[in-house]
């Protein structure tokens, strides 16, 4: 059964720090594009970051550049999401998915990509 977890979420302080995990089972991740959304209460789930098979990245949401960092780990089918000088803003259900367009600038909406993961809660509040 091809499922993907993530976990890492949790209750932070603005400015704080977070780092969220993606695992990948019944199928592995190193051919495929990784990338995270996260939906806000109220509002669409949106594009926020994405790293290709050979490590490439490309960040969709310029709220997060430079704070935000994606990576993986093929040898344990893990892809990461560093998140730092974290803000209200950036509240919202975090989640992995998986595609193969190569997180192309087209790639931004939901229904480009294959599996997802059922979410983890992040929230940024004093």
């Known amino acids: 059964q091809l499922q993907l977890v993530e976990s890492g979420g949790g209750l932070v302080q603005p400015g704080g720090s977070l780092r969220l995990s993606c695992v990948g089972s019944?199928?592995?991740?190193?051919?495929?594009?990784i990338a995270w959304f996260r939906q806000a209460p109220g509002k669409e789930r949106e594009a926020v970051i994405c790293?290709?098979?050979?490590?490439?990245?490309?960040t969709y949401e310029e709220s997060v550049e430079g704070r935000f960092t994606i990576s993986r780990d093929n040898a344990k089918n893990t892809v990461s999401l560093q998140m730092r000088s974290l803000k209200p803003d950036d509240t919202g259900v975090y989640y992995c998915?998986?595609?193969?367009?190569?997180?192309?600038?087209?790639?931004?909406?939901?229904?480009?990509?294959?599996?997802w993961g059922q979410g983890t809660q992040v929230t940024v509040s004093s």
């Open positions: 998915a998986v595609g193969y367009g190569g997180c192309r600038a087209s790639d931004r909406p939901v229904s480009r990509w294959d599996y």
């Open positions: 019944g199928f592995t991740l190193d051919s495929a594009s």
């Open positions: 790293i290709r098979s050979g490590g490439g990245t490309r």
